[in-house]
């Protein structure tokens, strides 16, 4: 299936021009997203809870915060830059009931619509611009005269303007410099939340540590696993960043690559493939979105649990006592 993908030319950046863009939260993304849209000439309030203590640090920035529902009942666009969990109560509460006629909601991330968590009313655009990267490289980036690549989707058209609008929205974080590729909700959703647990999250860290664990156990040193197994994923991360599995394999040995092609099928094999096919079948028929909207409800509890057993780990001292050793690492 081919691919539409915008740049700076087909972007219409004074579609913003006269436009009021409330953004809610101000975390990594949000923080990016309302300083890059400003520096773009837009004009953004920053929707906040009066008690936040974001509050100053939007003021600093060069911005106007505003309490959530004074901003949205202002704003043309309402982003929502808040964490997933956050959004429902946000929407239910503050934002649904000041919506200006004709207004556009705007995510970074389709959970909540494609879940049916929220659901907007018919008269109102809704639409998508999801950068493909942290906020913090999302503002430096833009600062260097760059970008970061964007998706964008549309899930309701009421105006008739609404894909132009995510594009110009793109164009104003700095996503048309680098490219702009229209999606769905749908897809977006599905393929993010796979990638976080089947590699990204869950996948790779379960691999490094079933590395750490496999040598520790047949009595090597905690510390030598630790570099072998954890430390060195980010040397062989950034190739393939740069220039992907081909670049990788010309910078490691041939021992390295004979290694990489003839026993990496071995780890990965069908069998978890079938399970990456199970977890995204929970993805797509949304046991997976029911499970933690559950979790949510009930405060987190497994979540919790689970995040402690994973501190405790002993990877996490050794790593932390390995780091310790290198002042040029930012903890």
Request: glycine fraction near 10%; charge should be negative; charged fraction near 25%.
């Given at each position: 299936?081919?691919?539409?993908?915008?740049?700076?030319?087909?972007?219409?950046?004074?579609?913003?021009?006269?436009?009021?863009?409330?953004?809610?939260?101000?975390?990594?993304?949000?923080?990016?997203?309302?300083?890059?849209?400003?520096?773009?000439?837009?004009?953004?309030?920053?929707?906040?809870?009066?008690?936040?203590?974001?509050?100053?640090?939007?003021?600093?920035?060069?911005?106007?915060?505003?309490?959530?529902?004074?901003?949205?009942?202002?704003?043309?666009?309402?982003?929502?830059?808040?964490?997933?969990?956050?959004?429902?109560?946000?929407?239910?509460?503050?934002?649904?009931?000041?919506?200006?006629?004709?207004?556009?909601?705007?995510?970074?991330?389709?959970?909540?619509?494609?879940?049916?968590?929220?659901?907007?009313?018919?008269?109102?655009?809704?639409?998508?611009?999801?950068?493909?990267?942290?906020?913090?490289?999302?503002?430096?980036?833009?600062?260097?005269?760059?970008?970061?690549?964007?998706?964008?989707?549309?899930?309701?058209?009421?105006?008739?303007?609404?894909?132009?609008?995510?594009?110009?929205?793109?164009?104003?974080?700095?996503?048309?410099?680098?490219?702009?590729?229209?999606?769905?909700?749908?897809e977006e959703t599905e393929t993010d939340l796979f990638g976080e647990q089947a590699v990204l999250?869950?996948?790779?860290?379960?691999?490094?540590?079933?590395?750490?664990?496999?040598?520790?156990?047949?009595?090597?040193?905690?510390?030598?696993?630790?570099?072998?197994?954890?430390?060195?994923t980010k040397l062989i991360v950034d190739l393939i960043y740069q220039g992907g599995l081909k670049?990788?394999?010309?910078?490691?040995?041939?021992?390295?690559?004979?290694?990489?092609?003839?026993?990496?099928?071995?780890?990965?094999?069908?069998?978890?493939?079938?399970?990456?096919?199970?977890?995204?079948?929970?993805?797509?028929?949304?046991?997976?979105?029911?499970?933690?909207?559950?979790?949510?409800?009930?405060?987190?509890?497994?979540?919790?649990?689970?995040?402690?057993?994973?501190?405790?780990?002993?990877?996490?001292?050794?790593?932390?006592?390995?780091?310790?050793?290198?002042?040029?690492?930012?903890?």
């Amino acid at each position: 299936m081919s691919l539409n993908i915008y740049y700076q030319k087909d972007c219409d950046l004074n579609l913003l021009s006269n436009a009021a863009i409330c953004v809610l939260g101000y975390g990594s993304q949000g923080r990016a997203h309302a300083r890059n849209l400003a520096d773009s000439g837009c004009r953004v309030v920053v929707g906040l809870r009066e008690a936040s203590g974001s509050w100053e640090l939007v003021k600093g920035d060069g911005l106007e915060p505003a309490e959530v529902s004074q901003a949205v009942r202002q704003a043309d666009i309402i982003c929502f830059l808040l964490p997933d969990p956050a959004q429902p109560a946000v929407y239910e509460s503050l934002v649904a009931p000041n919506l200006k006629p004709g207004a556009t909601l705007l995510f970074a991330h389709g959970f909540n619509l494609h879940y049916g968590q929220i659901s907007p009313p018919p008269e109102v655009d809704v639409i998508m611009v999801a950068p493909k990267g942290p906020g913090k490289l999302v503002r430096d980036l833009y600062e260097q005269g760059q970008g970061v690549p964007c998706l964008i989707a549309v899930a309701q058209d009421a105006s008739g303007r609404a894909k132009q609008t995510a594009l110009a929205y793109a164009a104003g974080i700095g996503g048309a410099r680098a490219g702009v590729i229209e999606t769905t909700f749908a897809e977006e959703t599905e393929t993010d939340l796979f990638g976080e647990q089947a590699v990204l999250c869950g996948g790779l860290s379960a691999l490094m540590k079933a590395g750490f664990e496999t040598l520790v156990e047949a009595g090597y040193a905690p510390e030598m696993a630790y570099f072998e197994c954890i430390h060195e994923t980010k040397l062989i991360v950034d190739l393939i960043y740069q220039g992907g599995l081909k670049k990788m394999r010309r910078f490691v040995s041939d021992t390295a690559k004979f290694g990489d092609i003839t026993r990496g099928p071995r780890v990965v094999d069908e069998y978890v493939k079938e399970e990456m096919r199970e977890i995204l079948a929970e993805i797509k028929d949304g046991r997976f979105a029911r499970e933690w909207i559950l979790e949510n409800q009930a405060n987190r509890p497994m979540y919790n649990a689970l995040l402690r057993a994973e501190e405790a780990h002993p990877v996490e001292e050794v790593g932390a006592r390995l780091r310790s050793m290198m002042g040029w690492l930012d903890d």
